[in-house]
């Protein structure tokens, strides 16, 4: 389907997290009208009748991924069967009804639970503004297979993390993202996946006040991290008033708690 370049501009304009569904309308509605070229009067009038019809919508929650399933080569952990598990739980959740029983008139997309799901740091997804992020991770090691010292997992490294030593590779886990980039890079096989799992954050959100997410410690495998959403979902309908975001019931208290909780649980 071809787009004018009016009509590709303005649908940029469109806020990101209902962006897909409004360039989708778009086409199908053109698709439909037999148009094989979209212009801006069809954007603003699909926008127009979207945006009127919101509330019909919303389902009560949102559930993002990045590019990873895909085929995208930066996967430091793929979560396809985690996210499959999120979306149950949240499907079972009735969060619809709840929000509905909370929030006076109409309910809005930003009245939504967001969760967003990323395989890599590059985060794609945005999970530091959602209300639950979660970020695929490799913890790389150096192994005992003998370093060529070619140094491309320096020149991999984005964060600068990696020095070459005489012994081989050291790693600065303060700098390192856990993205597992140096891992395919190595010829000698010095360096190895030493733990996978997923970092956590929690409490984005965009808005008049906006904040990025607060990053639990540590690295956690798939069922503590579904946990972790467990816990953050219960919170969130126990506190929530209104429609409030979880990013404003999530205070000290319960961010510590749950740091405590699941420290147990955290990849060494």
Known sequence: MKWTAEADEAVKKVPFFVRKKVRARVENEAQAAGKATITLADVKTTQARYLANMSKEIKGYQIDTCFGPGGCPNRANPGDRLLERIEELFKQAGLLGFLKSQVTGDLKFHHEFRVTLADCPNACSQPQIKDIGIIGACMPRAGHKACSQ?????????????????DGPRIDFAACLHCGLCLPVCPTGTLEAHQTGYRVQLGGKLGRHPQLAREMPGIYDADATFAIVEACLAHYKETSKQGRRFALVMDDAFFKDLVARFSGSRRK
Not at 150 to 165: M, P, R, S, Y
């Open 150 to 166: 070619c140094g491309d997992c320096v020149e991999a490294c984005k964060e600068n993390a990696i020095h070459l030593d005489d």
